[in-house]
C-alpha cells in the first residue's frame, strides 16, 4: 500500500512483513515530492504516479527505486503545478485539477500547459473550482468540483451534462470526492451535506441527516470489489 503524506513525501506498507518503508532519494534523482495530493499506480509500467502541491506531478518507477518529474509548470509564473487530481486520457492529453482556481490545466501531446475552461450552451466560460476528474467510458471529462457535477466534451470543452441538487442548501453541491461503483453508479462525496448518488438512469439522489446519513462531509469513497459494498471516509 502506497500512502501519500502531505509533509513527510511516501510510505510504502509491506503488508506481508508489516513494515514501512520510505524511498528516500537518491543521486540522479529528481528531488521527492512532500505534499502529495494524488497517488495513482501504472501495474503494466510499475510505476506510481504521484501529483503535488507546488510539485506537479511526476512517477516512482518502483523497479528502479528512482523519482523522477515530468516539469510540468505554471504557464503564468513558472513554477511547477499544484495538481490535487488528474488524469491522462486515451490521446495522451493531461488534465489536471486546483480547487483553489477557476479553471482547468491541459497539456496536449508536445503541447505547452495551457490554463482552460470549460463552456456553457452559449460558449461562454464557467468557473469552476474542480477537486478531482476522471474520464468515463464514452471518453467525456467529468468533472468533480464545488459547483457540482459536470460532463463535457474533451475536444470542444462544452458542458454535456451538470449535475445539481435542487432545493437543499450550497453545501449538497459542494463536491470533493468519487467513485463509479461496478453497477455504473457515481458517488459523490460533499463538504457538508453528506453524499450524493448519481443512477445510471440519470436519477441524482443526496443522503444527508435528513434521510439516514449523519455524516457531514465525505473525503473519500471506495467499493469493496469482493462485496459492493461502498465505504465512505468522513
Known amino acids: 500500500i502506497w500512502i501519500g503524506t502531505e509533509g513527510a513525501s511516501l510510505n510504502y506498507w509491506n503488508r506481508k512483513k508489516d513494515q514501512f518503508i520510505r524511498p528516500e532519494q537518491s543521486a540522479g ?15 503494466a509500467s510499475k510505476s506510481l504516479l504521484i501529483s503535488a502541491y507546488n510539485g506537479g506531478i511526476g512517477d516512482y518507477d518502483v523497479n528502479n527505486q528512482r523519482f523522477s518529474s515530468f516539469n510540468f509548470r505554471s504557464p503564468e509564473s513558472q513554477q511547477p503545478l499544484t495538481v490535487y487530481d488528474f488524469v491522462n486520457d486515451k490521446e495522451g492529453t ?21 490554463m482552460v475552461n470549460v463552456l456553457d450552451a452559449q460558449g461562454k466560460k464557467i468557473n ?5 476528474l476522471y474520464v468515463n467510458d464514452q471518453n467525456q471529462l467529468c468533472l468533480v468540483s464545488h459547483q ?23 453545501s ?6 468519487y467513485t463509479v461503483t461496478a453497477t455504473g453508479e457515481v458517488w459523490l462525496g460533499t463538504l457538508g451535506k453528506g453524499v450524493n448518488v448519481l443512477k445510471k438512469v440519470g436519477t441524482y439522489i443526496n443522503f444527508s441527516a435528513n434521510n439516514g446519513f449523519p455524516a457531514k462531509m465525505v473525503f473519500g469513497i471506495l467499493e469493496d470489489d469482493a462485496t459492493k459494498n461502498v465505504w465512505l471516509s468522513t
Not at 449538497?172 to 470526492?177: G, Q, V
Request: glycine share 4%.
Open 148 to 170: 457540482g457535477f459536470f460532463v463535457a466534451d474533451p475536444h470542444t470543452l462544452k458542458v454535456l451534462k451538470q449535475y445539481m441538487v435542487k432545493d437543499v442548501s450550497y
Open 94 to 114: 493531461w488534465w489536471m485539477t486546483d480547487p483553489d482556481k477557476s479553471f482547468l490545466y491541459r497539456k496536449k501531446p508536445l503541447g505547452s500547459i495551457e
Open 128 to 132: 469552476l473550482e474542480v477537486e478531482a
Open 29 to 43: 534523482n529528481s528531488s521527492t515530492p512532500q505534499m502529495i495530493k494524488r497517488l495513482k499506480f501504472d501495474g
Open 172 to 177: 449538497a453541491n459542494y463536491l470533493c470526492s
